[in-house]
């Protein structure tokens, strides 16, 4: 993930594993570039499941998966032996790859632990060749919304993620890659299947969700003002999402964007034809 991942735990890789499931990462596949041969990045790869399944399903591409803490990149290694997969410690904020090296960059449910994710867009852009392409899934978490509606139960629920992480950053990233130099940005919105419900949550989902939520206990006591109110949230949660009679609802986006052309960077920029393809990671 990055230096900044508050829902680091012992089991975080399990619970990865789990939520991959649950997800269907499947489903992801006929969104990312049509590419007969690539390289691949998987910024923020945690327990190398969706590098893993890109890898298999494209023996073409060389998968590469990045992720600041060793820990899960020794799991994601021991778990993804294939030939054109590896896995490499990084922060994604000053990746140790040179300039234009990778054709495709896939990154899920990562950017917004980022106190500053414009530093890894920044280093997307260095990394990706021409006409490279990007594909960011995230949670647009501000915009959950249950039916019946309970105001006091979705602002303490609202304030408490905001604490974990910038849910408003999918609605942030689109300018914010074009600042960075990207061209034809897209959004795609879906129903995310982790964190939606029609009545009852189910087991498996209520486990994650269970899990997130004690991950980030520490800084959601901080934002509810103390522990007994972080607890009270979590079983008032919980409460709500085991009812038959209630339907909650989130948003996935999925954000595309490409690198400009070769021929498009040097006419904006000049200056950018000699060395754009030597310059090298930062030191």
């Not at 735990?9 to 690539?38: M, N």
Request: overall charge negative; charged content about 25%; hydrophobic content about 40%.
């Amino acid at each position: 993930m990055c230096a900044d991942y508050v829902l680091d735990s012992a089991d975080e890789c399990g619970r990865l594993e789990r939520q991959a499931v649950l997800d269907g990462l499947e489903r992801y596949l006929p969104h990312l570039p049509k590419r007969s041969r690539a390289r691949v990045l998987d910024a923020g790869s945690g327990s190398g499941a969706m590098a893993r399944l890109m890898a298999s399903c494209h023996p073409e591409w060389d998968v590469v998966g990045v992720d600041f803490n060793p820990a899960y990149v020794a799991y994601a290694r021991d778990r993804g032996r294939l030939a054109n997969l590896s896995f490499e410690q990084g922060d994604l904020r000053a990746l140790n790859f040179t300039a234009a090296s990778f054709d495709v960059i896939w990154s899920r449910f990562v950017l917004y632990f980022l106190p500053n994710p414009e530093d890894a867009i920044r280093e997307f852009r260095r990394i990706l060749r021409p006409g490279g392409e990007v594909v960011v899934a995230l949670h647009n978490f501000p915009n959950m919304i249950d039916h019946p509606e309970d105001a006091d139960l979705r602002n303490r629920r609202t304030q408490a993620f905001s604490s974990i992480l910038d849910g408003y950053l999918p609605q942030k990233l689109p300018s914010m890659l074009t600042k960075c130099g990207f061209r034809d940005v897209s959004v795609e919105i879906e129903l995310d299947r982790i964190y939606s419900a029609i009545g009852s949550i189910g087991a498996e989902g209520r486990r994650n969700y269970a899990e997130v939520l004690q991950a980030g206990m520490e800084s959601i006591s901080q934002s509810l003002g103390s522990q007994a109110e972080a607890e009270r949230l979590i079983a008032d949660l919980f409460v709500y999402l085991d009812r038959p009679d209630t339907y909650t609802y989130s948003l996935l986006w999925r954000i595309k964007c490409r690198a400009p052309s070769a021929a498009a960077a040097v006419a904006n920029d000049p200056s950018k034809a000699p060395d754009f393809q030597s310059k090298t990671a930062p030191s």
